[in-house]
């Protein structure tokens, strides 16, 4: 008895390299909008990060000005200054820390008339290094969990 | 009885041929539906976020609280919320045009010795849910030119 094997034609290899350039591109897409993701989260939580520090400087400003208004000489100024604040003559300034390593640097000019000027009002964050990123096969199986 | 053999083997390929097909079309079609959901919800997240963003710029640029009403542009709802709308670029847009985005700003004001500490709830959604929340302050000093 003559067996002849099931052979591949032409057609079936045609679907399988079809089947293989769409794959490709799935998994390209799969990863790309994975990163698009993670990225759109980091920017989310920089933002906030970034607004939890105004915040606090802006409580601070708001500290400063009553300890302005109560004070009636610099050994009292002193005192009721906000806790954290460097006086140095007329310039007042601090470093506020914020949870990941962000920080904001506030300096202000006391004036004659009892008021103050903001001089500076940066923010800064420490780069940590660049994370490990996440496997291929990793990433996809996570995102379609 | 020979030609009937190949027969037989023909369909067997190409039934095994039509559910590899199947089988790999739905895989790529599932992962290619989660790529699109994932790229979707990364816009407008992104999105979302900027114009949360603007706006508390807005704030920290404005010299009270009715100049920045009026720099956002908003209207005010029943309940004293701030509303903006805005388009699928993240663009203001008009209200009588559906908005992809609406901007809902709250305010509360706490009394200071010296001022006033605005504090701005900024709530960014679309048509059905919250997209990204952020909060915000601005001291308002009441004698600012002293």
């Known amino acids: 008895m003559e067996s002849r094997p099931v052979r591949l034609g032409w057609l079936s290899l045609l679907v399988t390299v079809v089947i293989l350039c769409l794959a490709t591109l799935s998994v390209l897409s799969l990863s790309t909008a994975q990163a698009d993701w993670a990225q759109a989260q980091k920017q989310a939580l920089q933002t906030e990060s970034v607004y939890a520090l105004e915040r606090d400087g802006q409580q601070w400003l708001a500290a400063l000005d009553a300890a302005l208004g109560a004070a009636h000489d610099e050994t009292s100024l002193d005192t009721l200054l906000p806790p954290d604040t460097v006086r140095t003559g007329s310039r007042v300034c601090t470093l506020q820390k914020g949870a990941d390593g962000r920080s904001l640097s506030i300096a202000a000019e006391l004036t004659a008339d009892g008021g103050y000027r903001v001089v500076q009002w940066s923010q800064s964050a420490e780069w940590a290094g660049e994370e490990e990123p996440p496997a291929l096969f990793g990433t996809l199986f996570g995102a379609m969990d | ?146």
Do not use: W
């Open chain 2, 1 to 146: 009885m020979h030609k009937s053999r190949r027969g037989a083997a023909f369909y067997v390929e190409t039934i095994l041929l039509v559910l590899f097909l199947l089988l790999s079309l739905t895989v790529l079609a599932r992962m290619l539906g989660t790529a699109r959901q994932l790229s979707r919800e990364a816009r407008q997240l992104s999105c979302a976020v900027r114009i949360a963003q603007d706006a508390a710029e807005q704030l920290a640029a404005s010299d009270s609280r009715e100049d920045f009403a009026v720099l956002l542009g908003a209207r005010q709802t029943e309940d004293g919320t701030l509303a903006r709308a805005y388009n699928a670029e993240g663009a203001p847009a008009a209200d009588a045009i559906p908005a992809a985005y609406t901007l809902l700003c709250r305010l509360e004001e706490t009394a200071q010795p010296h001022g006033v500490l605005l504090t701005a709830y900024f709530t960014v959604c679309n048509d059905s849910e919250a997209l990204y929340e952020l909060e915000t302050q601005k001291y308002f000093c009441a004698q600012p030119g002293k």
